[in-house]
């Protein structure tokens, strides 16, 4: 059985970071790429940043990232990062992360960004 658990989000200023993180178990980690995703409330769910590794990493971002969130793995610990830095109240939103391609999914971590 796969299994993805998000943890660290939670409310933070304008300006502020979190970093997020997503532990996987019931795959061979090292061999999927990652994803994280979010959804604001009323809006579809969408894609923020995709982290993929082979004979080199290779990272994939949203242009709304705008060289703010960095996306990262640890194949050791299971475990795929984000990485979130002067968030916006636009950043708002409950994040996912999810095996690339597939149906598997994390139950979603909420983060809040207000004053």
């Known amino acids: 059985q796969v299994l993805l658990v998000e943890s660290g989000g939670g409310k933070v200023q304008p300006g502020g970071s979190l970093r997020l993180a997503c532990s996987a178990s019931?795959?061979?980690?090292?061999?999927?790429?990652m994803r994280w995703w979010r959804q604001i409330e009323g809006k579809e769910r969408e894609m923020v940043a995709s982290?993929?590794?082979?004979?080199?990493?290779?990272?994939y971002y949203a242009d709304f990232v705008k060289n703010r969130f960095v996306i990262s793995r640890d194949n050791e610990k299971n475990t795929v990062y984000l990485q979130m830095n002067n968030l916006e109240p636009e950043d708002t939103a409950v994040y996912y992360c999810?095996?690339?391609?597939?149906?598997?999914w994390g139950q979603g971590t909420q983060v809040t960004v207000s004053p």
């Open positions: 999810n095996v690339w391609g597939s149906q598997w």
């Open positions: 019931g795959i061979a980690f090292s061999t999927f790429g």
């Open positions: 982290i993929i590794t082979g004979d080199e990493v290779l990272q």
